[in-house]
């Protein structure tokens, strides 16, 4: 009797063991297939994006608004023979890049009236935004 105890609790081990083992294996083939599928999206995404673009900043640029009511508004900026002109936008905006590292004199004039305002020694440094304010135009 105690050899069939024994037969039988060697049986139901090696059940046991079977049906636990074969779960084990399930549960390893989805880890390694979902693994498998990380590295292809990581593939893809290098693939995808082989060449990063961090391109340094080239430019200054300079930005303020400017209150003038039904004027058109043109700003100027001089670095001794360099000049870059440019506009505000509908609400009095603007914001202006493609300056070189200097110092600047920005005139910012209305082109119907004798309104005008004149900065000297404006410095603009690349990769950075010159700001200067909000300027009253008005008559």
């Known amino acids: 009797m105690k050899n069939e105890r024994e037969k039988l609790l ?4 090696i059940q ?3 049906k636990y083992g074969a ?3 399930v549960i390893m083939a989805i880890v390694f297939a979902c693994s498998n599928k990380a590295e292809e999206k ?6 995808n ?20 009511p039904n004027a058109t508004i043109e700003i100027t900026a001089r670095n001794g023979e360099d000049k870059i002109v440019g506009t505000t936008d509908a609400n009095g905006e603007f914001f202006i890049t493609g300056f070189d590292a200097g110092t600047y ?3 910012i004039a209305t082109e119907n009236t004798d309104e005008e305002e004149t900065f000297q020694d404006v410095e603009i440094q690349i ?3 010159t700001a ?8």
């Open 10 to 13: 060697v049986q139901r081990t």
């Open 23 to 25: 779960f084990l294996l």
């Open 127 to 129: 990769g950075e935004v």
């Open 132 to 139: 200067l304010g909000t300027i009253d135009l008005e008559e």
């Open 16 to 18: 046991s063991l079977i």
């Open 49 to 68: 994006n082989e060449t990063a673009n961090f391109t340094a900043k080239a430019d200054g640029a300079l930005m303020g608004s400017v209150i003038a």
């Open 42 to 47: 990581e593939n893809i995404i290098a693939e």
């Open 105 to 107: 004199t920005v005139t």
